[in-house]
């Protein structure tokens, strides 16, 4: 199993971002995903997952309405698309294999895999 998160960067607050996670090694559309987060000096925080097919979704109350989570099965990538992005959203971003929903923080095993993380800063 590899997961490769990418897409991070630097960008001011209310500016956008899509991350993508590629995935290999397994049958991509049988697993549901999830996107995590870890902010600086903060634990493992949930962000959102999504089914295999795509159709169901959950989002952390914190980026609701801001992040938009997506699949393709057809190119075994996982997006976020991050619009309106805060300071506080400032984390290593994480995909994940499996799905997780959890308004507290996550432990790495929680998931049996974890992609490398992606920066995202959001500063002025």
């Known amino acids: 199993v590899q997961l490769q998160a990418s897409g991070g960067g630097l960008v001011q607050p209310g500016g956008s971002l899509r991350l993508s996670c590629s995935a290999s090694g397994f049958t991509f559309s049988t697993y549901a995903m999830t996107w995590a987060r870890q902010r600086p000096g903060k634990k493992l925080e949930w962000v959102s997952a999504?089914?295999?097919?795509?159709?169901?979704?959950l989002y952390a109350d914190a980026v609701k309405g801001r992040f938009t989570i997506s699949r393709d099965n057809s190119k075994n990538t996982l997006y976020l698309q991050m619009n309106n992005l805060k300071p506080d959203d400032t984390a290593v971003y994480y995909c994940?294999?499996?799905?997780?929903?959890?308004?507290?923080?996550?432990?790495?095993?929680?998931?049996?895999?974890w992609g490398t993380g992606t920066q995202v800063t959001v500063s002025s």
């Open positions: 994940g294999r499996g799905w997780v929903s959890s308004s507290s923080p996550i432990d790495w095993e929680d998931l049996s895999s």
């Open positions: 999504i089914n295999g097919g795509g159709q169901t979704f």
